[in-house]
């Protein structure tokens, strides 16, 4: 199955600041996934990329797959301290890799 | 809620144990998954089951063994059980056999081994 690596592994902010988290795959992606999981909660899914070069937004988050659909990235604008969590990205397959996540912790 | 469901969902037992954490999947979806996550660390795929049939087997070690029921409920059982075993387990399902198909994630059991 194929692997993906996420960085970085710990992030901490100001409230208010802006967060970036990467995906990258040494091998072409069908498809990724993200999912945040919060402190003592399970991973929820967040969205899907599919197309290259992919662009999805959902309120402050942003979410891009690379044109040649080996990285992706999550950007959060603005964060806010119910944003405080684990974001996971996960790579196709019926043994779905996921990376081993950003934790994002937010400073008041 | 994300329709699947773990029990039990804290379990305190010793060293050299057996233990069976029991998983069901949402309404509808055919493929069960199996995680760990040990603390503050990422998700280690364990296994995967579609429809009854194992489909998928990851870093799982020989002394843990799954199966998925007629019902398509699944357990998982872990056996001699040592302390590194101390984890998170989750269980996740989709509607199909993997690939795009999005995960719902149970609660967790947190196994605690003394």
């Known amino acids: 199955g194929q692997q993906v690596m996420q960085i970085p592994q710990y992030q901490h902010v100001q409230e208010g600041e802006d967060f970036t988290t990467y995906c990258n795959s040494s091998?072409?992606?069908?498809?990724i996934q993200w999912y945040k999981q919060r402190p003592g909660g399970h991973p929820v899914f967040l969205i899907q990329?599919?197309?290259?070069?992919e662009v999805k937004k959902q309120k402050r988050l942003t979410f891009q797959f690379g044109e040649a659909k080996k990285n992706s990235s999550l950007h959060i604008t603005a964060t806010q301290t119910t944003d405080v969590g684990t974001y996971f990205c996960?790579?196709?397959?019926?043994?779905?890799?996921f990376g081993a996540g950003t934790r994002l912790t937010v400073k008041p | 809620d994300s329709g699947v469901t773990q029990t039990p969902k804290h379990l305190i037992t010793a060293t050299g144990q057996r233990v069976t954490l029991r998983c069901s999947p949402r309404?509808?979806?055919?493929?069960v998954y199996w995680y760990q996550q040990s603390l503050d660390q990422g998700l280690q795929f364990l296994i995967q089951?579609?429809?009854?049939?194992?489909?998928a087997k990851g870093n799982i070690l020989e002394r843990f063994s799954a199966q998925q029921f007629p019902d398509l409920h699944s357990e998982l059982n872990l056996s001699s059980l040592e302390l590194g075993d101390s984890a998170l387990y989750f269980c996740?399902?989709?509607?199909?056999?993997?690939?795009?198909?999005?995960?719902?994630f149970g609660p967790g059991t947190r196994l605690t081994v003394l």
């Open positions: 996740a399902s989709s509607e199909g056999t993997g690939g795009a198909d999005t995960q719902y």
């Open positions: 091998t072409t992606l069908s498809n």
């Open positions: 990329l599919v197309k290259s070069g």
């Open positions: 996960a790579g196709p397959g019926n043994d779905m890799r």
């Open positions: 309404s509808g979806d055919l493929s």
């Open positions: 089951y579609y429809n009854g049939e194992e489909r």
